[in-house]
């Protein structure tokens, strides 16, 4: 799967505690639903987390994400479709469209982004999608822990997330996972790609931790993809939307 998708589709679902039981049943019964969507190329139904943390104490049982990707362009009927499962249970819900900007490694030995090690800047593959490069980006990382490495992994990133919490211009931020356990991810949104890049490669205890990353062998798998954020439909506050990059209280 090295070709670059037409749209990449993040849909995330706020569900009030009293519906916790009905969500966690959607969990189960709706995988094989969004794989089966016509023109979805991969789908991943992922539980979230704060993203102040890693690791179980992080879950967020009131929050739930999918990711799709699209081997041309929805209609926006089509789009409807991916919530249709969610109608009677989520209280709020958002969807950021995304362009594939860069993709490194692997999600379930698959390139759901384009070619599975390359940081190269991909073209626009459809017209009049051509976005500002100071537009808003988004980060997804995500990643197969080892299980023998991942006390030590859950240690190493507090302080990172404390960093992340400071970092200027970011807009939103929290965990994704496919399990409590040995799953892990993060998605990021940012005002511009230069915060973006300022955060990954300038911040100290970032660095540390990708200093770590090739001796520790923390993961089985990873990945870590960027995108241009074409649209965001719906509550931001789904999403734990900061405005200017800051939070909102």
Do not use: C
Request: net charge positive; proline share 7%.
């Amino acid at each position: 799967m090295d070709d670059v998708p037409a749209l990449v589709t993040l849909h995330v679902w706020r569900v009030p505690r009293r519906a916790l039981g009905a969500a966690l049943l959607r969990m189960a019964r709706e995988p094989r639903r969004l794989r089966a969507l016509p023109g979805v190329r991969f789908a991943k139904l992922l539980g979230t987390g704060t993203g102040t943390g890693f690791g179980p104490a992080d879950a967020d049982l009131t929050r739930y994400a999918a990711l799709l990707t699209w081997a041309e362009e929805p209609s926006p009927a089509e789009l409807l479709t991916v919530d249709a499962g969610w109608a009677g249970v989520a209280a709020g819900s958002a969807r950021l469209d995304l362009t594939p900007r860069s993709s490194r490694g692997l999600w379930s030995r698959a390139a759901p982004f384009g070619a599975p090690d390359t940081t190269r800047e991909y073209a626009n593959q459809a017209e009049g999608n051509r976005e500002n490069a100071d537009g808003i980006v988004l980060a997804l990382t995500r990643a197969r822990l080892r299980p023998a490495r991942a006390v030590t992994f859950w240690r190493a990133v507090p302080p990172v997330a404390a960093a992340l919490h400071r970092a200027p211009g970011l807009l939103a931020r929290f965990g994704i996972g496919e399990a409590p356990i040995g799953w892990q991810g993060t998605v990021t949104v940012w005002r511009s790609r230069a915060d973006l890049a300022g955060f990954a490669y300038r911040t100290p205890e970032h660095r540390a931790v990708i200093a770590r990353t090739p001796t520790d062998r923390w993961y089985a798998e990873d990945l870590f993809a960027r995108f241009a954020v074409r649209g965001i439909d719906g509550d931001r506050a789904v999403l734990g939307w900061r405005e200017g990059g800051r939070s909102q209280r």
